[in-house]
């Protein structure tokens, strides 16, 4: 937990701008307000940490790391889960797996049920994210996170249909495998199919590097908020640790995505807890009579 900051002095002895218009509140009382626009001095001089926030505000940012763990944890659990029930049944039934044919439940290919699991686990994720993205209706001054915000919003949207794309393309026939023939030497063909499949791969991994950098981008400015140098820190390291590990890392015997899974996991943690730290030492709201 950062220190609480210094004790505010009775009256503004230096030049300061209001947070909320700019007015210089130097030679005004701290409990007092702005002339201009009326937002409390000690507001300004305290800065827009959250701490200042609505209480219900944080609660929301906390409430959103949960749900955005819970996506995450659930994705991967499922995918884990799938798979394991799959090779259960192809390995009670006598099967083996032969020319790339994937076993099925219950009449669903593995890879329909698991493009299943993964568009609610990533849904549950987005609203997670939604709900940390939504803008302080208490700030106090221009909003220094408003582009990162929209960027962010919109490539959860577009992640999202991607999500949803890849498992309509799972129930079209020759999309799960892709289709890749080989009738000779120097005689290879792509199907439609392959190529389509390939490039909506490409579309869904450059908006998944895009969606690392935007969430990576806006966890560091909330981190001054909170306010947590550590967090900073972090932010600066995983800023290119992660989606390096996303990319190229599958080169790892394809533990550079897991890794990276791991690893903002626990970020995500940590701003769960700080954020719960600063709703401990908020006073609480009283509420209308």
């Not at 009738?183 to 439609?192: A, H, L, M």
């Not at 800023?239 to 899974?261: F, H, K, R, Y």
């Amino acid at each position: 937990m950062e220190p609480l900051p210094p004790p505010l002095p009775g009256v503004v002895d230096a030049d300061r701008p209001c947070l909320g218009c700019g007015y210089n509140l130097r030679n005004l009382g701290v409990d007092g307000q702005c002339p201009e626009c009326g937002s409390p001095v000690e507001r300004s001089l305290r800065g827009n940490l959250l701490e200042f926030a609505s209480r219900e505000y944080v609660a929301n940012l906390r409430r959103g790391c949960t749900l955005v763990e819970i996506g995450v944890i659930a994705e991967v659990l499922g995918g884990i889960a799938v798979f394991g029930l799959a090779a259960a049944v192809a390995i009670s039934r006598g099967a083996l797996i032969k020319g790339g044919a994937m076993p099925s439940m219950a009449g669903m290919p593995v890879e329909q049920i698991n493009s299943l699991v993964e568009v609610g686990a990533s849904l549950v994720a987005v609203l997670g994210w939604w709900l940390l993205s939504n803008p302080d209706p208490a700030m106090l001054g221009p909003d220094a996170d408003t582009r990162v915000r929209r960027v962010l919003r919109v490539l959860l949207l577009v992640g999202a249909a991607t999500a949803i794309g890849s498992l309509l393309m799972s129930f079209v026939p020759g999309m799960a495998r892709g289709v890749f023939s080989v009738s000779g030497i120097g005689n290879s063909s792509f199907s439609p199919a392959l190529i389509a499949a390939t490039l909506f791969g490409i579309a869904a991994l450059l908006v998944k590097v895009g969606l690392i950098f935007a969430k990576i981008l806006f966890l560091r400015h909330l981190a001054e908020r909170i306010p947590s140098a550590g967090l900073l820190a972090t932010s600066r390291i995983y800023i290119w640790l992660i989606p390096v590990l996303s990319t190229v890392g599958i080169v790892l015997c394809g533990l550079g995505p897991l890794l990276a899974t791991i690893f903002f996991t626990l970020y995500v943690d940590k701003y769960r807890k700080e954020l719960g730290a600063v709703l401990a030492r908020m006073e609480p709201e009283t509420p209308p009579a």
